[in-house]
């Protein structure tokens, strides 16, 4: 069956205030009042950048969404998860402070802001799924139990799936520091030691202590963790994933893990993603980046695998190109969907409704 994707079309010049407005009338249109109960706890999953990142969605949005759900009697909070890697959102502490400076307070959006997965990442809830990867997932404590989700995607380019949509949002943001490292488990950076210059910013980054720098980095396999982090971060692209094995069960993970995020949520999750300020990395890149393409507007769907079609194809449609292939173009980043639509988390099919 095919799933109804909801879209409005956003251009450059719109002001951020006239996007939140945009935002909470395709939250009306999609239906997302339907899945909120009064005094029901409602997770709204947003990433809020790294470091210097600017592109992420702005707290202006954030609020709009918030006083919304606010307004329907229910109690939502603002989560993310903790990182695996050295930067400013490892452990709880830090992590609120830079969503501070960033503009998410509960004074600025009038809800609070609760780490998903809790103080250093180990707060989860085992939850069985039995598929091709795992048996068993680990999901936050926060995003486990919160009665309802509704999750705002900023869509990105990412080194390893391509795109970075909402199934990559619910399966890195919403599940704990074990969480992820199952999910990178078979990722193994290269060094190519033609380009390495010896900076030594891997190491710092690296969570696993896995990287020393001599004439050039090099990385310990065994202390590895396949994170990724050290691919991201590099200032001179000296370090790069081996593509197919690592990319496609990488993806299939990330929809593996987000079936087991979603299952105690069944008619309880509302997705937004946001094709503005498209960028080729993610914002867990801890710099300035440059936005790639115009700005093309919002989509909104109850089905994570219809609205990351949807994402991709009407950035397709737009441009006359494909982004994402032309940003990587060794990595298929519709595996993440196919297989998400194998085992029954959503579907390729779908409904287009312009609003």
Known sequence: MSSKVYFTPIKDRDSLEKVAESAVKLFDKAGFASIISASSLVAVKQHVGEGQNTTHINPIITKAIISKVKSLGAKPFLTDSNTLYRGRRTNAVDHLILAAEHGFTQEKLGAPVIIADGLIGV???????????????????AGYHAHCIIALTHVTGHPISGLGGTIKNF?????????????HSNVRPKVKGSDCIACGTCAEWCPADAI???????????KCIGCGECIAIC????????????????????????LGIVKNKKGKIGCMSFITNVTKGCDCYGTVQEKEIPDIGILASNDPVA???????????????????????????RIQMRHGQAIGLGSMEYELVEV
């Open 171 to 183: 399966a890195m943001g919403l599940t704990s520091r074990s969480g992820k490292i199952n999910q």
């Open 307 to 333: 609205l990351d079609t949807a994402s991709a194809d009407v950035m397709i449609k737009k441009l006359g190109k494909d982004t994402f292939k032309e940003f990587y173009s060794n990595v298929d980043y």
């Open 212 to 222: 020393t720098v001599e004439k050039v980095a090099v990385i310990d396999y065994d």
């Open 235 to 258: 200032p001179s692209q000296a370090i790069e994933v081996p593509w197919g094995e690592s990319s496609d069960n990488m993806q299939e993970k990330m929809a593996e893990y987000t």
């Open 123 to 141: 707060e989860q809830v085992p939850v069985k799924i039995n598929k091709k990867h795992f048996k068993e997932v680990f999901v936050s404590s």
